[in-house]
């Protein structure tokens, strides 16, 4: 148990669907991470929350929505997915601290996206 | 983008044996972490070694950083089955963490 909890770990959708990702972390962070996971590639950055606010935006694709409505809440909605989609979907918290560290990343057990 | 860049891509050694992974990156640093994951699940933290630091122990693992080279590396000794996992490195510029793609690390009893 790390402290950064996803739902749900098993996400099998069509391309039409819309669905979300939920992560939760209880550990006080001030930061909150989407990285994407796909087979023999590295991790991808996709969003990053400091304080709720979006700082990061890796030229992610419309179709993945992220929300943050308080600093231990993220959210990615998902809108008319492709099958290269399908990955395992990483969510993580730290604590940035001064001098922009950012710390231990604690992470969540993933959410494991099947786009059909 | 990948930042860090883990080398091998896949090691197999028998328990007891010591192994080492390696991890280039390319742009300046506040600090290097690495990380572990099982298959299919979330990273764990290992250790984490700042700009100004080059050696850092933490129980069987050794982590060094040459900032002048751009790299680090990763030293797991008396290796045991349950070390079988993936191992990735992570750079940290100014809250932008980028990982690499990992070395799969196998122990064979």
């Known amino acids: 148990e790390t402290g950064v909890t996803q739902t749900p770990r098993h996400l099998v959708m069509g391309m039409t669907n819309k669905k979300s990702l939920k992560c939760e972390q209880h550990l006080g962070h001030n930061a909150m991470y989407w990285y994407k996971q796909s087979a023999k590639k590295p991790l991808e950055l996709m969003f990053v929350?400091?304080?709720?606010?979006?700082?990061e935006n890796n030229s992610v694709p419309s179709r993945f929505s992220p929300e943050c409505p308080n600093s231990s809440h993220l959210f990615l909605h998902l809108h008319t997915l492709q099958p290269e989609d399908s990955a395992l979907y990483l969510c993580?918290?730290?604590?940035?601290?001064?001098?922009?560290?950012?710390?231990?990343?604690?992470f969540g057990e993933g959410s494991r996206l099947t786009v059909l | 983008s990948q930042q860090g860049e883990e080398d091998p891509q896949a090691l197999s050694i028998q328990e007891g044996e010591n192994a080492t992974m390696n991890c280039s990156y390319k742009?300046?640093?506040?600090?290097l972490q690495w990380y572990r994951q099982n298959s299919g699940r979330g990273l764990v933290h290992l250790i984490l070694?700042?700009?100004?630091?080059r050696e850092k122990h933490s129980g069987r693992l050794r982590v060094t950083l040459d900032t002048s080279k751009k790299s680090s590396s990763l030293l797991i000794t008396a290796s045991r089955a349950a070390d079988t996992a993936s191992y990735f490195c992570?750079?940290?510029?100014?809250?932008?963490?980028?990982f690499g793609a990992g070395t799969r690390l196998t122990v064979k009893p």
């Open positions: 070694i700042r700009s100004n630091e």
């Open positions: 742009t300046s640093i506040n600090n």
């Open positions: 929350y400091n304080f709720k606010e979006q700082t």
């Open positions: 993580a918290s730290s604590q940035l601290g001064q001098r922009s560290n950012t710390g231990e990343l604690f």
């Open positions: 992570a750079t940290d510029n100014n809250n932008d963490m980028r």
